[in-house]
């Protein structure tokens, strides 16, 4: 029986010494999306706005155009309210501004009235609170013209006949009348004048002025009382 010398144990090869199996480069399986290192914030907002509908940006801008108009028509008179017809939640929402004092309670408030406004058409409103403008315009240059005459026919008798060719079928004797009135009003002391001869002729005055320039606007009758 033939003995079969084995090899000892500094021959035999050791596991760690074997050659690393090759399985060619490693694949990456995970899927990444391409990247552009030079997209802006621009860009961004650019594609935001290629959606269908008005952006936020916009939006805002609108609320905040329909806050201001909302201030615009607190100014405007009753008078004037009334033939726009608006929807009685706004008309109230208006009227309740108006007696807002606390400057944090009256942002909110109009705030609210901006979003109420987007149920309406604001067009119409723009446009009276446009005329309301012109008119309170052409009723305050009534005023100080009114204001030079008196103070004209008050000082220089060559006025009172200035003022009577300018408007013509005016009563010459009750104008007469009242300047001189005025004129001895104006001679007293200061704690003996009434003041109701002074009012009363600025009244005529405006009367006189509105009558040759029928277009303008009546003017409000405490503003005359100076």
């Not at 806050?67 to 004037?80: D, I």
């Not at 003022?163 to 007469?176: K, M, N, P």
């Amino acid at each position: 029986m033939q003995i079969v010398p084995q090899p000892s144990a500094e021959q035999a090869p050791s596991p760690r010494c074997q050659p690393p199996i090759d399985f060619g480069p490693a694949q990456n399986t995970r899927r990444t999306l391409p990247q552009n290192p030079m997209r802006t914030q621009e860009d961004t907002s650019a594609e935001d706005e290629d959606f269908d509908g008005p952006s936020k940006s916009q939006l805002k801008r609108e609320m905040t155009e329909l806050q201001v108009l909302g201030k615009e028509l607190m100014t405007l008179p009753a008078s004037r309210i009334a033939p726009l017809n608006l929807p009685e939640i706004l008309a109230d929402a208006l009227k309740d501004a108006k007696k807002i004092t606390a400057h944090e309670g009256l942002r909110r408030q109009m705030q609210y009235i901006g979003k109420l406004m987007r149920r309406v058409d604001p067009e119409p409103l723009r446009q009276a609170v446009a005329d309301f403008k012109l008119g309170f315009a052409k009723d305050s240059l009534a005023l100080h013209q009114s204001e030079r005459w008196r103070e004209r026919l008050l000082a220089d008798d060559a006025a009172l006949q200035d003022f009577i060719q300018e408007h013509a079928g005016i009563d010459v004797q009750q104008l007469r009348s009242l300047v001189r009135a005025a004129r001895k009003d104006a001679a007293l002391a200061p704690e003996q004048r009434s003041g109701r001869a002074f009012r009363d002729l600025f009244q005529f005055i405006k009367t006189e002025e509105l009558r040759i320039a029928p277009k303008a606007e009546p003017v409000n009758d405490d503003d005359a009382d100076e």
